[in-house]
């Protein structure tokens, strides 16, 4: 049975309701976890095949390998999904456990999400889309596979990356709370690091359920930006008008937002994670009655503590350096690109 708080039970809820809006999520939520929806499969396979179509017959060929990776990636997102429902499951069962143990403990946490950067990312991404088909003359039924196949890019990262955040918010708690404990006796303490160690088997969990697609999309994104990149230079270098320039170059923009905000995600939960035993640390040296330092379980905490990194299948770690390596890859291969062209 899962069980969450009010406020993380609503903002779960909500995540699930949009993947499902962006047709990549076949489940709703139960009392007792997910629960495959045949009518949301149907949803989720049509809007697929009919993404597929449209890539074969309207797709751009300027941007067709950017537009095959990121199909690729929703479509194994949808097969992927089928075969991880146990393990996000288990996610959800210890993100209960988890808020379970926070209510015993006491706390009053507030889960902030910033739903102004969603609606600007979907709004943004409606607007640009729209724009560059009003100045490419294409069809309507273009236009809206374009939009589909970008949004259901987005629903397959949003759902991780606001549960990330929900991560993030608990640990940010558990350093309060820490905090808070000096006057409590070691057995407080014992509780939250077990409670604290619980958190980060829910955060490994997480990252395995996603671990596979978000490599797909950051090999999606990775590759768009370097495409963009040269087609923000090769509209300059044609002078073909203002518009088209501001377009692609905030096409350009906001794709390496959106890895920046996604690696700021991941660095941001790993570092509260870390913050947590640099706290114990510290308080375990100032005690002068000895009580916390000759406490068996938390000695044993803070030696073979586990660390926490977002990986995409241990390929790279989701942090900042991501982003340098991007920006210098992508830099390295427009320079080629430009070379080539001249």
Known sequence: MVYLSSQCGALVHRVIRIAQAFAVFPFRLKYNGLVLDPALLVYVLTMKLALGIHLLLVE????????????CAVVFHSIIVLFKK???????????DCEFR???LGTKSVIKT?????????????????????LHQDAIVANFFKISLRLSLLGVVH??????????????????????????????FRHLTELH??????????????????????????????ITSYKVFIV????????EVAIKTFNLIQSIFIAYMACAICEGTSMEARKFDILLHRLMIADVAGELVNDEKLFLHIAMRQELCFSAINVFALDYTLIHSMISAASTYLVILIQMNG
């Not at 146990?86 to 209960?96: G, I, P, T, V």
């Not at 160690?197 to 370097?226: E, H, K, P």
């Open 86 to 96: 146990d393990k996000l499951n288990e996610f959800l069962r210890l993100l209960s």
């Open 236 to 243: 300059i270098e044609a002078d073909a008008g203002l518009l």
């Open 102 to 104: 926070f209510i015993q």
């Open 159 to 188: 759902p991780f990356f606001h549960l990330v955040v929900v991560m993030q918010r608990r640990f940010s708690n558990l350093n309060e709370m820490i905090q808070d404990s000096s006057q409590y006796k070691a057995s407080r």
């Open 197 to 226: 160690q619980q958190c980060i088997t829910a955060s490994i969990t997480l990252n395995d359920c996603f671990t596979q697609q978000v490599l797909w999309i950051t090999g999606a994104l990775f590759l768009y930006i370097i």
């Open 60 to 71: 751009e060929p300027s941007l067709y390998a950017s537009s095959v990776l990121s199909y």
């Open 114 to 134: 910033n739903d102004i950067l969603d609606y600007f990312l979907v709004t943004s991404t409606v607007l640009t889309t729209l724009l560059e088909s009003i």
